[in-house]
Nanobody, 117 residues
Framework: VQLQASGGGLVQAGGSLRLSCTAS????????LGWYRRAPGKERELVAT???????TYADSVKGRFTISRDNAKNSVYLQMNSLKPEDTAVYYCNAGGSSWNPGRSWGQGTLVTVSS
């Protein structure tokens, strides 16, 4: 499945953004969907994942601020990001086909989120 991410941009600290990722085909049979990010000079890290039954997993750094959701009817996964911090600045990638803690083989193209202080 091909993934197309959107919704990144420039926001001030404390602000909000909503990322969207739409798949080229049905995501109904895909167990895990997720968001990962890569900050400048750092390794890629898990942000959040959601599996079919709705169980969610979050990195400690985003718990209570970010919310992942999926809409199987729209073949989409979302990441609502609130109370953004400068350290959230990164390229965010959506992913499909992995597990709660590991990515699958399908990646979106990435969308840049920049949080200014």
């Amino acid at each position: 499945v091909q993934l197309q991410a959107s919704g990144g941009g420039l926001v001030q600290a404390g602000g909000s953004l909503r990322l969207s990722c739409t798949a080229s085909g049905s995501i109904y049979r895909i167990n895990a969907l997720g968001w990962y990010r890569r900050a400048p000079g750092k390794e890629r890290e898990l942000v959040a994942t959601i599996i079919k039954v709705g169980y969610t997993t979050y990195a400690d750094s985003v718990k209570g601020r970010f919310t992942i959701s999926r809409d199987n009817a729209k073949n989409s996964v979302y990441l609502q990001m609130n109370s953004l911090k400068p350290e959230d600045t990164a390229v965010y990638y959506c992913n499909a086909g992995g597990s709660s803690w590991n990515p699958g083989r399908s990646w979106g193209q990435g969308t840049l989120v920049t949080v200014s202080s």
